[in-house]
């Protein structure tokens, strides 16, 4: 357990500051941290938003509402701060977004989210034309409804004009910044999710490129953290405190949120429980082989990030608080209490699952339920699960990295923390709480930090007591699991992806 990490006063901020930007799947968020990567007094700035979502897979939210949170956020940051004050300009967005936009510099499209599967068919088509395993040994990615090949198809064959228009295709990251500076590109980790990176080289894949239908100028160019951008002339006129700051290229949640989680090496492993989900490992190497059922990124050029992702965690409690009644229980109680066998065998996809069996259009299950099953029974069978898709990913990532410490953040985690003594009985490792609020907002100030800042000590997160697993529990979690594998053979077609 590690304590002492909090805000800063601004008058004991060590330079240089870094304004660090997120945008998540519920807000975005902006927050100022000084070099040691603490907090700096003044607050954090928190804009909500949501997806729009429907049953035919739909994922999108508005890219021009997303800038003016921005716009606002950093206004209101900026403008706490003295002239030519922050030294640095970063920004994670949820990976795997998408942005068609004009030559004049507007959206012609939606931002279309990591969740948004509507091009299930198009994935289906490129998997059978491509050899998916020398693919993912390339890519470091699957063919799946949350990259962006079968997405740009899918928007080809179903809206040509549009198509045809757009000049850039852009993440959000790179479309803000386009809107909010005049220039852009895409982190080096936000490239590799599009799932188009040669992650071995960091150039754009033609084989995936030509199954996408754009040439390799349609998309911008990938930069490393250590080359930031120039703004365009008086982009920046409105903002005095940012008069010299360097602007960092976007880079994805997930390499964030590893780095401000404490997750910056290969002996530790980030548990992420947010709204979606990952296990991931930060190794120093490329991976030579990727086990079938997880990604590897490219996040620069000497690193990698290592791991699976879930759709749902944070959206499965949610969706159970608003829907289940659990009878005047606390959600919190009903995780802690011991395991019972009567309780419900879940396979939580309600979005669709990611690693490790790639079915872009899994559903929700629940199995033995009776009328006897109580709304408690429910919720734990279905957290149960969220724990056990982890694990699924843990047992592959073991083949090639065995990280000594696991280190678990996001909401869920504070939420509802009983439910990370499942996951340490589930995983049979121990697990490893970090309490503050935020790591990828964290993680996001720290990436700059690597450039602005480099022989500055940081000051490392705070944890909580650790979670150890039960041995008494062991046999019925393996027992779950073993029923979770066959009851997932049965309902996806033997775990064929789709």
């Known amino acids: 357990m590690k304590e002492g990490f909090g805000r800063v006063p601004a008058e004991d901020a060590v330079g240089p500051l870094v304004l660090a930007l997120d945008v998540g799947s519920t807000a975005s968020r902006g927050d100022v941290f000084d070099a040691t990567g603490r907090p700096v007094e003044g607050g954090r700035v928190k804009k909500p938003h949501a997806f729009t979502t429907a049953a035919d897979g739909t994922s999108q939210i508005d890219p021009d509402q997303v800038v003016a949170e921005l716009r606002d956020i950093i206004s209101e940051l900026a403008g706490r701060r003295r002239h030519a004050e922050i030294g640095g300009v970063a920004l994670d967005t ?29 994935a289906t088509q490129i998997r059978r034309e491509l050899d998916e395993a020398e693919v993912q040994q390339r890519t470091g990615c699957r063919i799946h409804t949350s990259y962006l090949a079968p997405r740009l198809r899918w928007l080809k064959e179903t809206d040509a004009a549009t198509f045809g228009r757009v000049r850039w295709w852009m993440s959000l990251g790179e479309y803000a910044y386009l809107s909010l500076i005049g220039a852009t590109a895409a982190g080096t980790s936000t490239a590799a999710w599009t799932g188009m990176l040669d992650r071995r080289t960091g150039a754009w894949d033609a084989e995936l490129l030509a199954a996408a239908g754009i040439a390799a100028d349609h998309l911008s160019e990938v930069r490393d953290p250590d080359r930031p951008l120039t703004t365009a002339g008086g982009a920046t006129g409105a903002w005095p405190a940012l008069a010299e700051a360097r602007w960092f290229p976007p880079i994805t949640d997930g390499f964030a949120s590893n780095l401000g989680a404490g997750a910056d090496d290969e002996d530790s492993a980030a548990v992420a429980a947010a709204t979606s989900g990952a296990i991931r490992v930060l190794v120093h190497q490329v991976p030579e082989r990727i086990p079938s059922g997880l990604w590897c990124y490219r996040v620069d050029a000497r690193r990698s990030l290592l791991g699976g992702a879930v759709n749902d965690v944070g959206r499965v409690v949610s969706w159970l608080e608003s829907t289940v009644q659990l009878g005047g229980a606390d959600p919190d109680q009903v995780l802690a209490a011991e395991p019972d066998p009567a309780t419900p065998l879940v396979l939580p996809y309600l979005s669709g699952e990611r690693a490790t069996g790639w079915v872009a259009d899994a559903r929700a299950t629940f199995a033995g339920v009776s ?97 150890t697993p039960s041995h008494e529990r062991a046999d019925y979690y393996r027992g779950r699991a073993a029923a979770y594998d066959s009851l997932y053979a049965a309902v996806t077609a033997h775990g064929s992806s789709t």
């Open 94 to 122: 949820f990976a795997s977004s998408l942005v068609g936009v004009a030559e004049d510099g507007s959206a012609l499209t939606p931002c279309y989210t990591y969740a948004d599967s509507r091009c299930s068919a198009q």
């Open 371 to 467: 009328a006897a099953t109580t709304g408690a029974q429910l919720f734990r069978g279905a957290m149960e699960g969220v724990a056990i898709s982890y694990a699924r990913i843990a047992d592959q990532l073991r083949t090639v990295a065995r990280p000594g410490r696991i280190l678990a953040s996001g909401r869920v985690t504070q939420d509802v923390p009983a439910w990370q003594q499942i996951l340490a009985d589930v995983l049979e490792a121990p697990v490893e709480p970090v309490t503050i609020k935020r790591t990828t907002l964290h993680g996001t100030a720290l990436h700059a930090l690597e450039v602005l800042a480099p022989d500055t000590e940081r000051t490392p997160p705070s944890t909580g007591p650790t979670f």
